[in-house]
């Protein structure tokens, strides 16, 4: 009887290992949004900089990069200086808006973040409370969100983007969708 309790021990013990390897061979960048293909959810609050509030009907009709980052945040630093270099490339393009939410933040190292690396010059939602990156299902940072002119997400990008991120992954998607 003993060494059928060890048999079912030790199957019970091989199983849970095994499903654990397959779990390590997934990578959560990988799992897919519910939001593409969907209306985006709401992204309208205060302005970082205490400026006007930003609304989403202020992007209509223009594709829309959605970059959710932190002071706090390691990647978010290793991703700046391509946000800084895209938003410079795409300033002369009527139909390309970005947007920042600074969540899960303070309004001092939000700002601090982007005095120290640079504002890209597009504006930024503050969002210490989560409340606009539990809508979008933000679950990281970075996370960066490609919404279309009507307002639909077409891509979801979790972790920082990389040197020719635009051009690799949203311009393909830009000449394709409306």
Excluded at 45 to 53: M, N
Excluded at 81 to 106: E, H, I, N, Q
Excluded at 166 to 171: M, N, Q, R
Aim: proline letters at 8%; charged letters at 20%; hydrophobic letters at 45%.
């Amino acid at each position: 009887m003993a060494n059928l309790w060890k048999t079912i021990l030790l199957a019970g013990v091989a199983i849970i290992l095994g499903l654990f390897a397959l779990g390590l061979g997934n990578d959560p960048r990988n799992i897919p949004s519910p939001l593409v293909g969907r209306s985006a959810p709401n992204l309208d609050g205060p302005a970082l900089d205490e400026g006007p509030p930003i609304a989403m009907e202020a992007f209509k009709g223009r594709w829309l990069l959605v970059n959710f980052w932190g002071s706090w945040c390691g990647s978010c630093v290793r991703e700046h200086g391509y946000l800084v270099a895209l938003a410079r490339k795409t300033a002369s393009r009527p139909d390309f808006a970005m947007v920042g939410v600074d969540f899960k933040d303070t309004r001092d190292g939000g700002r601090r973040f982007l005095a120290e690396l640079g504002d890209p010059g597009y504006r930024h939602l503050f969002d210490p409370d989560q409340k606009i990156a539990i809508d979008w299902g933000v679950y990281g940072a970075p996370e960066t969100y490609l919404v279309d002119p009507s307002g639909i997400v077409r891509h979801k990008h979790v972790g920082p983007l990389f040197d020719g991120w635009f051009e690799k992954i949203a311009l393909p998607i830009m000449e394709t969708k409306p």
